[in-house]
T-cell receptor
Framework: DAGVTQSPTHLIKTRGQQVTLRCSPKSGHDTVSWYQQALGQGPQFIFQYYEEEERQRGNFPDRFSGHQFPNYSSELNVNALLLGDSALYLC??????????????FGSGTQLSVL | GESVGLHLPTLSVQEGDNSIINCAYSNSASDYFIWYKQESGKGPQFIIDIRSNMDKRQGQRVTVLLNKTVKHLSLQIAATQPGDSAVYFCAEERGKLQFGAGTQVVVTP
């Protein structure tokens, strides 16, 4: 049973460029959340996707956008990259259980460096 | 604002001893808490969770304690092993996970 997979593992971009990160959820999971983790800090919630729609969003600018596909996989897009966007981007999946909260399973992340 | 935080940034533990990692939360309405372990170069790995209707939950070598009166959460690791060296995060979930800054646990021989 494959867990959460993310690609690429590492990425180097320059300021102003755009980037797309990809995530495949754990088998049986239908909800995908994205987190940004700066060095030495805890992950910060970006947004969550369920049924191909953004269900919740954290305090991130509109430069951060996403998409979920019918097979539950997801993409995170960041436009007009800034140096401060350098971080580990984590994807987490879960199974929607209505009002019952279920734990998230994380991928190993994509390390993005903006030069 | 609401926050989830950890008391100690680094915890050094001798192999075989018990570890206790503490976490304070400020959102009294939170009803679900999770502990994650993150090793270098990896994503957070689920350790144990607890809902607000419980005050203690045990797993394999780990115990989570929840004190809602003082809004405090702790993770106890029994017989700490070198493989337990990692950063530990407590997280509070209310539709989304809110993480603290983490505690680095270093296991010494």
């Amino acid at each position: 049973d494959a867990g959460v997979t993310q690609s690429p593992t590492h990425l180097i971009k320059t300021r102003g460029q755009q980037v797309t990160l990809r995530c495949s959820p754990k088998s049986g999971h239908d909800t995908v959340s994205w987190y940004q983790q700066a060095l030495g800090q805890g992950p910060q919630f970006i947004f969550q996707y369920y049924e191909e729609e953004e269900r919740q969003r954290g305090n991130f600018p509109d430069r951060f956008s996403g998409h979920q596909f019918p097979n539950y996989s997801s993409e995170l897009n960041v436009n007009a990259l800034l140096l401060g966007d350098s971080a580990l981007y984590l994807c987490a999946s879960s199974r929607n259980a209505g009002d019952l909260i279920e734990k998230l399973f994380f991928g190993s992340g994509t390390q993005l460096s903006v030069l | 604002g609401e926050s989830v935080g950890l008391h100690l940034p680094t915890l050094s533990v001798q192999e075989g001893d018990n570890s206790i990692i503490n976490c304070a939360y400020s959102n009294s309405a939170s009803d679900y808490f999770i502990w994650y372990k993150q090793e270098s170069g990896k994503g957070p790995q689920f350790i144990i969770d607890i809902r607000s209707n419980m005050d203690k939950r045990q797993g394999q070598r780990v115990t989570v304690l929840l004190n809602k009166t003082v809004k405090h959460l702790s993770l106890q690791i029994a017989a700490t092993q070198p493989g337990d060296s990692a950063v530990y995060f407590c997280a509070e979930e209310r539709g989304k996970l809110q993480f603290g800054a983490g505690t680095q646990v270093v296991v010494t021989p």
